[in-house]
């Protein structure tokens, strides 16, 4: 397993308490005032153009927002938020109107070029080879979106997308474009009343990535996002909208990563996902927001809503992630099975080191016939820190077969951390079945000196251990993004041992 | 020089003193078995000999081709030559068998400053030891040691053996959990990397391995000391005539 070697040697040269993207990008930035009013939902809407009727929904959003009260029923901690003390809007100061990569700030391109994020059109991510016998590797492109705090900064192939009919663009920019999708679409799987943190990011939402898949289209190559909060004190808001249409295929990946900061950010997202009759969406994220110091200062709120609606028949939508980073991350991808036939996946590797704080898991919501969903969730707690799984698999009284395989499993490493399993399971309907496996295990002495004993480092056998245990989910990421999530799992779990 | 010294070793687990001074040499070449009853300390000198934590070491030394084991890490000890066969070779669900030893094989390698297997020549390294111990390709696929059988997880630790090459193997109770067709197997492969370059310790309750791996020395342990050393004729003696009259001597 060459990647497990390379990431050993990755790991060895950084110290316990580096970040890998902790640096910070120094340029000229445009803020809103810092807090939140209706005047800021106003700003925001202006700095993008937006038509009246966007600006209203966002407004109502508003209002409700201040209805609404913090959920505290997650098994996470944290001081109370002061939503006046945020920034909600920065973008880079453009030099002049941008119309090519060529003309972004060299500044931000360094960024992602340091990131190792292409946003020149190249074909492949750096450091991945084609091997023999692999298709060619000019077909192995994958687009990017790149968001920089509250702004969408660069699309590649967006030319070549739009030859296949696929729409690939900042949602800002599809909002003024193809207001009809837009409007059909948006909040139609979390309405702007879902929750305390979707309805905030319904009024503020800055930028995100906008994908319409025609019917009939398998999108010709990756798409993915690559989402950066660099600004101090500033929350990140991004809305991803993502549409595959009958008889469509998408695969699509998210990134994200922060500055290393003393102080506690807030990333609170809305990812919607509408796969109609026979399309199916691959949705993969890998989680990377700094995660605090080794003292638990500092670090991103992760606070995310993200819903599929297998809105058609035999329809499938796909979540994998891998969250290694965020103090606290709050988050629940979900599935709607509302299609009959439709199915659901959700693959999960979560992380928690240090002082961070997880509560992730999914919610199966089969209401269509003959539906089906399948979870595979694998916890690993080290450090002082807390992982809960958190599930819900419910079959309304119509969904007659329902079908759901639940797996969770719990890793633990060392004796300060604590894993927790919380699923809920209803069924309304009596022809459903589910299945629920549990297990919880200790990363064992005995399997460490093995390795150990056999010429691998403590790391070196922490690394092998857990990626052998996390392997059924890495399978389901595409390929390029398997050998990143190998490393930055090892890398999560530095100084975790001894 | 000998390859393994190990002087006058005192060792506690958790303020009970296991072993209260053993004295061991082996050479290159020499098969040596240590046989005794359970707790006698046999199974605790070869974890201290390959550095598993938990065990301290109050007096004494262990000298390794003239340098001193015990400051060593484990990790170096294994890339210097030693090798423990476990007793109980652990599963590791979802890790491949041919990633593990590909793994260990160039950590090993790394750490001796050479250079790391390019992937053909690691193949056919791995093709020709396994095929030699009658070990199905299909087995190296799988999870290290999941769903093996007894029999399967002792051929791994000689497979593991020979890739490796090792100057000192230490075989933990080979013999255990194995039925005599599977015993043959396992011997014949160890019996395979017996050189002049190599010297091996075989620890064990019954004389019936050693009918597989014929020692040129015996030690009789008991109570965390040597108390006879002979010829491989000790370990026949030994099957008839028991333990029991060491117990007292020692």
């Known amino acids: ?498 | 020089m000998a390859l393994l010294e190990v002087k006058d070793l005192k060792v506690r687990v958790e303020e009970r003193e296991i072993l209260h001074g053993l004295t061991l040499t082996v050479n290159e070449g020499e098969v040596h078995a240590i046989m005794g009853p359970n707790g006698s300390g046999k199974s605790t000198l070869s974890h201290v000999i390959a550095g598993k934590p938990g065990y301290e070491v109050t007096d004494g030394q262990i000298l390794f081709k003239g340098e001193d084991l015990l400051e060593m890490a484990p990790e170096e000890r294994a890339a210097k030559g030693v090798f423990l066969a476990f007793q109980y070779p652990v599963e590791i669900p979802g890790v491949a068998t041919m990633n593990f030893l590909r793994t260990a094989l160039n950590a090993q390698r790394k750490a001796r400053g050479e250079s790391e297997y390019s992937t053909p020549d690691f193949l056919k390294k791995v093709r020709e030891v396994s095929k030699s111990l009658n070990i199905p390709q299909d087995m190296l696929k799988r999870g290290v040691n999941v769903g093996f059988s007894g029999g399967e997880k002792k051929r791994n630790e000689v497979l593991q053996m020979a890739l490796f090459e090792p100057s000192l193997c230490i075989l933990d109770e080979m013999d255990s959990g194995l039925d005599i067709d599977a015993l043959r197997i396992a011997a014949d492969g160890v019996n395979a990397l017996r050189s002049p370059k190599r010297a091996m310790v075989v620890i064990t309750h019954y004389q019936r391995l050693l009918n597989y791996i014929v020692p040129d020395f015996v030690h009789v342990m008991s109570k965390g000391r040597v108390v006879k050393s002979g010829g491989k004729q000790l370990a026949l003696e030994l099957e008839e005539s028991g333990y029991a009259q060491f117990e007292d001597a020692a």
């Open chain 1, 1 to 498: 397993m060459p990647a497990v070697q390379e990431t050993v040697e990755r790991v060895k040269r950084i110290d316990v308490d580096q970040y890998r993207y902790g640096f910070e990008t120094l340029i000229d930035t445009e803020k809103a005032p810092k807090g939140l009013s209706e005047e800021i939902v106003k700003f925001i809407s202006q700095k993008k153009n937006e038509p009246d009727w966007m600006l209203q929904w966002r407004l109502e959003a508003y209002r409700r927002w201040l209805t609404m009260t913090e959920p505290t029923w997650a098994r996470v901690e944290y001081p109370k938020i002061d939503f006046q003390d945020i920034y909600y809007y920065a973008a880079p100061k453009p030099k002049k109107a941008v119309t090519s990569l060529d003309e972004i700030d060299p500044e931000i391109l360094k960024t992602y070029e340091k990131l190792g994020i292409p946003l020149r059109e190249v074909a492949m991510l750096e450091g991945v080879e084609p091997k023999v016998g692999e298709e060619d590797p000019a077909r192995r492109k994958i687009a990017v979106d790149a968001v920089f705090d509250s702004v969408s900064v660069a699309t590649t192939f967006k030319a070549e997308l739009k030859k296949a009919g696929v729409i690939f663009m900042p949602i800002s920019e599809a909002i003024r474009e193809h207001p009809e999708l837009v409007q059909k679409y948006l909040g139609s799987v979390v309405p702007t009343s879902d929750n305390f943190y979707a309805t905030l990011n319904s009024a503020v939402f800055s930028d995100g990535s906008f994908v319409y898949v025609p019917p009939g289209v398998r999108c010709p190559m990756e798409l993915s996002t690559y989402f950066r909060i660099n600004e101090r004190n500033t929350g990140q808001f991004e809305r991803t909208l993502i549409i595959a249409d009958k008889g469509s295929y998408v695969s699509y990946l998210e990134g994200c990563t922060a500055p290393q900061r003393d102080e506690n950010q807030l990333h609170a997202a809305v990812v919607e996902l509408v796969a109609l009759d026979d399309a199916e969406i691959k949705y993969s994220t890998v989680q990377n927001w700094y995660p605090g110091n080794s003292e638990g200062k500092g670090g991103i709120y992760n606070f995310v809503t993200k819903r599929g609606d297998c809105r058609g028949a035999n329809s499938k939508i796909s979540w994998t992630q891998v969250e290694t980073g965020s103090a606290i991350t709050w988050k629940y991808p979900s599935c709607i099975l509302r299609g009959d036939n439709s199915s659901g996946e959700f693959y999960s590797i979560a992380i928690s080191n240090g002082f961070q704080q997880v509560d992730s898991g999914t919610k199966m919501i089969h209401l269509g016939k003959n539906t089906s969903s399948r979870i595979i969730s694998k916890g690993i707690a080290a450090g002082k820190s807390q992982n809960t799984y958190r599930g819900l698999v419910t079959a309304h009284r119509k969904a007659t077969g329902a079908r759901n395989f639940t797996a969770c499993d719990s890793l633990l490493i060392g004796d300060k951390c604590g894993a927790h399993t919380v699923p809920y399971i209803e069924a309304k309907n009596s022809s459903a079945t589910f299945e629920h496996e549990a297990t919880t295990s200790k990363i064992s002495e005995d399997v460490l000196f093995y390795c150990i004993q056999r010429g691998l480092s403590q790391e070196e056998a922490v690394g092998l251990v857990v990626n052998g245990f996390v392997k059924d989910v890495l399978q389901q990421l595409p390929m390029e993004f398997a050998v990143e999530a190998q490393k930055l799992i090892s890398i999560s779990l530095e100084g975790s041992v001894g």
